[in-house]
């Protein structure tokens, strides 16, 4: 089998539709699995919706019939007879019930998460059916709800119920024999048989699941750039494309913000040693980026490059918090209380830095936590807090995350030296330091305005210098 991922921008208007397509029938594979994501903007769409309609805002009705025109349109461009048919009388269906579950959510002024979950996730039932009745691919359509079983985890993720999720694949080609599949990204079902997703920009993560069910020969993850960059491509503009990839730095490049692929893409993939590769769907001539085991991992265009770091990757809208006091110098527990605090609340912790007198513990959530996390650790820490032995808990908002990521960091003296003389020669600021031990990546806080020129002055002294 082969996995083949198209992004929201890939779908996004009919003849981008039919590229798709044309991109599944010229792949010679016995078995191919496709997995689509809403067209651009709908899953947005959706979210307004109900949040109009949660706001007792009656604009949510004409907000559901622009959706409805939206794929009206596509379809009608892209099919005809009774495909076209059968397409807009399960759309003007669907539409219906949707409007009534959101009137539903007008009168209570409240969604609850799964129904959310079931309305946002129709944008990818709409895009995958619509590309499955194009004319020529010979395939079926998967509804992965049926299949694909998941678990909510404590830090508002979902996991794969993979051996489960195994059964249902089986019985699903048993009613289903085929050899192409055109299966919809990003919805899944609890073990209750509840509709629910994989999370914002989760089809990359369907796709890597899919692939590992099916033991895939590889995964092709098809978006609007050419690969897997240096660095955003735009905001670098000298950003050059990387041929390969390791599984681990590929995570790191996209947990610290290259939102080119999901961080959790990796983990089914990486179990069985299946490649990824990031593809171009606008630019087929282009190689693109294979993302696999560090052994099979070495392009001689990424020789040339011959830098120990790899990428750069930046995560903005962030804030730093910082607990301190002489009273946490040698206290079991500590840490402990501080990050149970904020689990508490639900924030997502993306780094921490430690003094190693222990005198401090500084970490960085989303801004859009830092209220909750303030209020939270104010009030669990009262006590040290007017006894002293706590001096305060201190908030540093407007930050962005800057990381450079290269497994060749490990075993290269100085990378630090010329990242921090880097940004110091650019005079930036750096608030917070974190290395992790594999020495994958160092990563820097640094002030929200001066994100862009840290990341342009890291990224030519390392690639141009
Ligand atoms: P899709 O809609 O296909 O899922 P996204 O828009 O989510 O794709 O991701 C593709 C975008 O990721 C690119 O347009 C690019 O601007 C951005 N990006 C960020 N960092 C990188 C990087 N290091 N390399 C390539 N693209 C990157
Ligand atoms: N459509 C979903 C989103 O926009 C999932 C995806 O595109 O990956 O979040």
Redesign the pocket.
């Known amino acids: 089998w082969s996995v083949h991922k198209f992004?929201?921008?890939?779908v996004g208007t009919s003849e981008r539709i039919k590229n798709v397509a044309e991109v599944i029938v010229n792949d010679g594979s016995d078995g191919k699995l496709v997995v689509v994501?809403a067209m651009?903007k709908v899953t947005d769409m959706m979210y307004d919706l109900i949040y109009k309609a949660q706001s007792r805002d009656d604009s949510y009705i004409a907000a559901a019939d622009a959706v409805f025109e939206k794929h009206r349109l596509t379809a009608t461009d892209l099919l005809d007879g009774e495909d076209l048919a059968s397409f807009l009388a399960q759309l003007h269906d669907d539409v219906n019930n949707l409007k009534a579950m959101l009137h539903a959510i007008y009168i209570a002024g409240h969604a609850t998460e799964s129904f959310s979950d079931f309305i946002v996730g129709h944008g990818e039932l709409w895009s995958a059916q619509m590309l499955s009745y194009v004319s020529g691919l010979d395939c079926k359509w998967m509804d992965t709800r049926e299949v694909l079983i998941v678990n909510p985890t404590s830090s508002n993720q979902v996991d794969p119920d993979f051996v489960e999720s195994e059964k249902r694949l089986e019985e699903w080609f048993s009613r289903n024999p085929c050899k192409t599949i055109v299966a919809t990204g990003f919805v899944a079902s609890t073990p209750q048989n509840i509709p629910t997703t994989l999370k914002r920009?989760g089809?990359?993560f369907s796709a890597a699941i899919m692939g590992a069910l099916l033991r895939a020969r590889q995964v092709t993850i098809?978006?609007?750039?050419n690969?897997?960059?240096?660095?955003?491509?735009?905001k670098v503009s000298e950003?050059v494309i990387l041929r390969t990839l390791s599984y681990q730095e590929a995570w790191e490049?996209s947990y610290f913000?290259?939102?080119?692929l999901h961080p959790r893409t990796i983990i089914p993939v990486m179990r069985y040693d299946i490649p990824i590769m990031i593809r171009n769907i606008f630019n087929l001539a282009s190689p693109g980026t294979m993302i696999c085991q560090p052994s099979m991992n070495v392009s001689e265009d990424d020789q040339k490059l011959d830098s120990p770091v790899k990428?750069f990757?930046t995560i903005d809208n962030v804030a730093l918090v910082n607990v301190e006091g002489t009273g946490m110098a040698g206290v079991p527990g500590t840490a402990s209380a501080i990050f149970s605090a904020v689990k508490d609340v639900g924030a997502n912790v993306i780094m921490i830095s430690q003094a190693s007198s222990e005198h401090s513990v500084c970490f960085a959530v989303p801004e859009k936590e830092v209220k909750a996390v303030a209020e939270v650790l104010q009030s669990r820490f009262r006590q040290a807090l007017d006894a002293g032995r706590l001096s305060q808990v201190a908030i540093v908002p407007n930050c962005s995350i800057l990381a450079a990521v290269g497994q060749k960091m490990a075993s290269t003296p100085g990378v630090s030296a010329t990242l921090f003389n880097a940004l110091a020669k650019a005079s930036i600021n750096v608030r917070a330091i974190a290395q992790g031990c594999s020495e994958y990546n160092i990563t820097v806080v640094v002030k929200r305005e001066d994100c862009i020129r840290a990341l342009r002055a890291v990224h030519s002294r390392f690639y141009l210098s």
């Open positions: 992004g929201g921008t890939c994501s651009s920009d089809s990359d098809w978006t609007d750039v690969g897997v960059y240096s660095a955003d491509p735009r950003a490049m913000g290259a939102n080119v990428g990757a």
